[in-house]
């Protein structure tokens, strides 16, 4: 498996637990959008909890949700974290739907939940090894 990580992703402990998978390859560079990308196969975006409210309050998450919906490979993101990770960021649980209703439903995004990087590789890891075994048969 071929894994692209952007050179942006480096401190998120993802990447070293993608490094320490067997069968999977890993290039660091700068990618146009997302923070992963799987054989060619998928675009992942990866939001810590605290990133998904900074950047809904900021403006920035529905900009990268339409430039990842209108791009290729298929996109799919991953929140990470708990809701506990939000009580500091003063984001109504209203605001916070809406965005998850604009990413899944309008945007046809996937979104993805993990607890944590660990979890993050491996949900990665795991799509992208479902996602090959879907286009061979």
Known sequence: MEIV???????GGVLSFLQA????????QRLKSGDYCVDQRAIFERKTMADFAVSLIDGRLLGQAVRMASGTPRPIMILEGTAA?????GVRREALQGALITISVILNIPLLRSLDARETAN??????RQLFRTAHG
């Open 5 to 11: 990580v952007d050179d942006r992703e480096g401190n």
């Open 21 to 28: 998978m067997d069968g999977v390859n890993v290039t660091i």
């Open 85 to 89: 990770n939000l009580a500091d960021y």
């Open 123 to 128: 949900l990665i890891y795991y799509t992208g």
